[in-house]
């Protein structure tokens, strides 16, 4: 069971911590939307609202960061701490770098797609279906420290995989018949790759909070459903 710090400025800065993540992965979340919003509408007032958001973005990180280390050197946080201060660390340079994701989406808005975008639209909505998803359910199990929801989020990387592979074969097909289309195809799988990145760091969020609960690494590895759940800022653990 969760044991109380004994110092309550120790447990304002996780809760400082908490809140800052939290803003961050929220911005995240609405940087990603209006991408996918610009990217179908061609709004380039949409896209520019993306970039905006990467700056806060870029913001949170260094901050973030900057309270991690501060703890680390103050608090020297042992155990379940340690390794929430380590998750942090990492998940902010995912966050960070799904904004970036999110900006290259939404600079594709300014592009001409031809007739590219309509003949993978059903794919390229999905993916960006289980993108968004999978982000969210990221950032709730690092909020619950709920491992279940981290392990399904791993197995659901394999469908937004499988939908890459379709429009990449797909727009390879249209290309061979319609070469004046090439760039505009181009683009469009550009746009997947990047949807498929941020699928990637939800991922990866979703093992930094299998380490965070359990302390085991499973990158890079199959992870079989956890039974364990805990909450994240509830304190000490072993």
């Known amino acids: 069971m ?3 710090h004994s110092s309550r400025d120790f447990e304002a800065e996780l809760r400082e911590l908490r809140a800052h993540t939290l803003a961050m992965g929220a911005r995240c979340e609405r940087s990603l939307r209006l991408a996918l919003e610009a990217f179908w509408t061609q709004s380039p007032t949409t896209a520019a609202e993306v970039k905006e958001l990467d700056y806060k973005i870029d913001r949170d990180e260094v ?5 991690v280390l501060r703890i680390l050197a103050l608090r020297q946080p042992v155990a379940y ?4 201060l380590a998750t942090a660390l990492k998940l902010v340079t995912d966050l960070e770098r799904i904004g970036d994701e999110a900006v290259n989406i939404a600079e594709r808005a300014e592009e001409a797609h031809g007739q590219s975008k309509e003949q993978v639209q059903g794919e390229l909505r999905a993916m960006a279906d289980h993108a968004q998803q999978m982000l969210r359910d990221a950032l709730d199990a690092f909020v619950e420290g709920d491992v279940q929801r981290a ?20 727009m390879t097909k249209f290309m061979e018949g319609h070469p004046e289309e090439v760039l505009p195809a181009v683009r469009v799988i ?24 359990q ?5 890079h590895q199959t992870y079989p459903p956890p039974t364990a759940s805990a909450k994240v800022l509830g304190g000490s653990k072993s």
Do not use: C, W
């Open 2 to 4: 969760p044991s109380s």
């Open 63 to 67: 901050d973030i960061d900057a309270l």
């Open 81 to 84: 701490d340690l390794r929430l």
């Open 151 to 170: 392990a399904l989020i791993r197995s659901r990387d394999d469908a937004v995989d499988e939908l890459y592979g379709e429009i990449l074969r797909a």
């Open 190 to 213: 550009k746009v997947a790759k990047y949807i498929e990145r941020i699928a990637d760091h939800a991922t990866n969020i979703a093992e930094e909070v299998i380490f965070m609960v």
């Open 215 to 219: 302390g085991d690494d499973v990158r």
